[in-house]
């Protein structure tokens, strides 16, 4: 079966610091690959997807980037933390098939200071 | 474009009443409906979802989804809910010509009194 991981689970850092957080799937070959944002008492803003190695969508402008340097691995960065991503990460994946649904892992804490 | 709204950011019940959370979508063409269950610090869980065909559907944990094209609508429902059903669910739009990317509604968080 498929599974799903991400780390850390939490993570506290001062503004300016950078950042990288992980995501891993198992279980499957080529699936499309997503970094939604969560921040508190609001929904989710899909931030990256990805349909390969090497090819990633950005859905909104900021100072974030990913990047998927194998086909399982997707990878939010940021150079400068700002106060403003602070917010719950999620990573999920879907199978590359319309129609079908998207698998989410257990998303990392971020609280910018 | 596609746009979801929940219009309720948050229901209360007692437990072992019946639940309807709302969900209303904005898409050209047919959509592809989902619902999913957050429960706090954690990730998403699918409870249904709608393709096409049947325009009731079962999902997990007993609740079950209508879709009614005629108000463009996707509600949510449960006969009677539990203390463990509080949680945040959202509902979330795909779209064939949109790939596998979804919009997702803000959520509507659920609060179930003893």
């Known amino acids: 079966s498929q599974t799903i991981h991400q780390w850390p689970a939490t993570l506290v850092q001062p503004v300016g610091s950078p950042l990288s957080l992980e995501c891993t799937v198992e279980?499957?070959?080529?699936?499309?690959l997503y970094w939604y944002r969560q921040a508190a008492g609001r929904g989710l803003q899909l931030l990256f997807y990805?349909?390969?190695?090497?090819?990633i969508s950005s859905e909104v402008p900021q100072n974030l980037s990913a990047s998927r340097p194998q086909d399982r691995q997707f990878i939010l960065s940021s150079k400068k933390l700002l106060l403003s991503d602070s917010g719950f990460y999620l990573c999920?994946?879907?199978?590359?098939?319309?129609?079908?649904?998207?698998?989410f892992g257990p998303g990392t804490r971020l609280t910018v200071l | 474009a596609q746009s979801v709204t929940q219009p309720d950011i948050h229901i209360t019940v007692s437990e072992g009443a019946s639940l309807e959370l709302r969900c209303n979508y904005s898409?050209?063409?047919?959509?592809?409906l989902f619902w999913y269950v957050q429960s706090p610090g954690q990730g998403l869980q699918l409870l249904l979802k709608?393709?096409?065909?049947?325009?009731l559907v079962q999902g997990i944990k007993g609740f079950e989804a209508e879709f009614k094209r005629s108000q463009s609508s996707f509600n949510l429902r449960k006969p009677s809910v539990h203390w463990s059903d509080a949680a945040e669910y959202f509902c979330?739009?795909?779209?064939?010509?949109?790939?596998?990317?979804?919009?997702f509604g803000p959520g509507t968080r659920l609060s179930v009194l003893p």
């Open positions: 999920a994946w879907g199978s590359g098939r319309a129609l079908n649904e998207q698998f």
């Open positions: 279980g499957t070959s080529n699936p499309n």
């Open positions: 990805s349909v390969g190695i090497g090819q």
């Open positions: 898409y050209g063409a047919t959509p592809y």
């Open positions: 709608y393709f096409s065909g049947d325009t």
């Open positions: 979330a739009v795909g779209a064939v010509n949109y790939g596998q990317n979804f919009v």
